[in-house]
């Protein structure tokens, strides 16, 4: 064994140090948050941009009569349809069978309630005769004639007792483009109807309606009770098409949203003062008479031949049964419906 001092000098090796550890660095949000951040302010932006420009081109017409004095609580549209060709070639005239009739009548007239008591769609029959301000009594869409929206608007408060807050015009061009704009609607048709003056050939059975068909659905007369099945019509498919179109399938899909929402402003003219969020308010409002609102014709009492023409007139009692419900927000009562 050979001594340490035999062994030579031991190598002199430092202490290792340890360095003591970094405190963690706050963590920064990715890019990818970033990118997503950026994405969502983008859409935002292009949202409220787009809404701007539909509310822009809305069509408007000054409606409401500025010294109306009628009272009644909830919120009232007059929804009128109009069988104006003014937007219609001559060519869409033939394919959608609309004729090529001069000026602008009121084809459909529709009020609107919402409130506390849900929603109420009430079909006004055009042939009602009623009194219209500075004209006598007559139908009721000869007050449109007479004097455009504030004159018929001005006839439906002094009949019914209700003050109308909203009012919505709608033309054959735009319904058309609205339904396709949707993908078309599904109705279940009591009965086949043939009608070539709306060319109109449908067979009975449930089954989705494009623009063109659904055009000369809701305006045939070819059946046994003409006008009176014709506004039962008009109601259960613009009930359906406003379902169909604020329903989430068409509300996520830009495919359909976008040309819906051209399409509307297209297809509704509304007063000066009104703006797409009430555009929006009437698509809830219709949407609540498909979720368990009322839906009816103002009751008719007789359909009298006056003046050389068949008019309409109203079951005094049970109308002022409705209308009084409808000022006071109250649900109508079952008894007061028409048919």
């Not at 055009?126 to 018929?152: C, E, M, T, W």
């Not at 003409?226 to 329903?247: H, M």
């Amino acid at each position: 064994m050979v001594p340490s001092s035999a062994r030579g000098p031991e190598t002199y090796r430092p202490p290792v140090r340890t360095r003591p550890p970094r405190p963690p660095r706050p963590r920064r949000p990715g890019r990818r948050g970033r990118r997503i951040k950026i994405a969502l302010a983008l859409i935002l932006v292009a949202l409220v941009g787009w809404g701007v420009y539909l509310d822009q081109n809305l069509n408007r017409v000054s409606a409401l009569p500025p010294g109306s004095t009628a009272e009644s609580s909830g919120t009232n549209w007059l929804i009128v349809g109009s069988d104006s060709r003014a937007d219609l070639s001559a060519e869409d005239e033939q394919r959608l069978g609309t004729g090529d009739a001069a000026g602008q009548r009121t084809d459909t007239i529709m009020l609107l309630h919402s409130g506390s008591s849900g929603s109420v769609l009430v079909s006004l029959p055009r042939d009602s005769y009623v009194p219209i301000p500075g004209h006598g009594s007559n139908k009721l869409n000869a007050a449109y004639a007479f004097g455009g929206p504030q004159l018929l608007i001005s006839s439906v408060e002094a009949a019914t007792g209700l003050h109308i807050d909203h009012y919505a015009e709608i033309g054959f061009g735009g319904f058309v483009d609205a339904v396709d704009a949707v993908g078309g609607v599904e109705l279940c048709v009591p009965t086949a109807i043939t009608d070539p003056k709306a060319n109109l050939d449908i067979q009975a059975g449930c089954q989705e309606l494009d623009g063109q068909t659904a055009l000369g659905y809701v305006r045939t007369r070819a059946t046994a009770g003409s006008d009176f099945d014709r506004v039962q019509r008009q109601r259960e498919f613009l009930s359906a098409l406003i379902a169909k179109a604020t329903s989430p399938a068409t509300l996520v899909n830009p495919f359909r949203v976008i040309p819906l929402a051209d399409a509307m402003t297209a297809l509704v003219t509304v007063d000066d003062n009104d703006h797409i969020w009430n555009i929006a308010q009437l698509g809830l409002a219709m949407r609540g008479v498909t979720n368990g609102g009322v839906a009816t014709t103002t009751p008719v009492g007789s359909t009298p031949t006056i003046g050389g023409q068949s008019v309409v007139r109203w079951d005094r009692s049970r109308a002022s049964a409705l209308f009084g419900s409808l000022q006071k927000d109250e649900t109508p009562a079952e008894s007061s419906l028409g048919p």
